[in-house]
């Protein structure tokens, strides 16, 4: 069982920048796809990016693209994801997710392991 907890999270304006983390305990993330999930007040969890096992292989959500970077470094048991230009509706709570395979999927329920989730406010 991988335990997964994200942090950098926080309030920022409009344009603003955070980079979010999931440091993961217990198993490593080598060989496990991984993915950010968000979820904003009376809405669905939607996937917002994933990464497979190696990194080669990237997803970001239409939203997302071109402002949201994803990445991971196996060695230290952890999955980044850097928010550039944020905007009011990136405001969510975001949780990241493990899964016992090596490709991306775009489900959540394909995904095995949670962390707690950290929240993001972008004020306007």
């Known amino acids: 069982q991988v335990q997964l907890v994200e942090s950098g999270g926080g309030l920022v304006q409009a344009g603003g920048s955070l980079r979010l983390s999931c440091a993961a305990s217990g198993r490593t993330i080598s060989g496990k796809a991984m993915g950010w999930f968000r979820q904003a007040p009376g809405k669905e969890r939607e996937l917002v990016s994933a990464?497979?096992?190696?990194?080669?292989?990237?997803y970001y959500a239409d939203s997302v693209k071109g402002r949201f970077t994803i990445s991971r470094d196996d060695a230290k048991n952890t999955m980044y994801l850097q928010m550039n230009s944020l905007k009011p509706e990136d405001t969510a709570v975001y949780y990241c997710?493990?899964?016992?395979?090596?490709?991306?999927?775009?489900?959540?329920?394909?995904?095995?392991?949670w962390g707690q989730g950290t929240q993001v406010t972008v004020s306007s």
């Open positions: 997710a493990a899964r016992l395979d090596l490709g991306v999927s775009y489900s959540r329920h394909e995904y095995q392991n």
């Open positions: 990464i497979n096992w190696s990194g080669g292989t990237t």
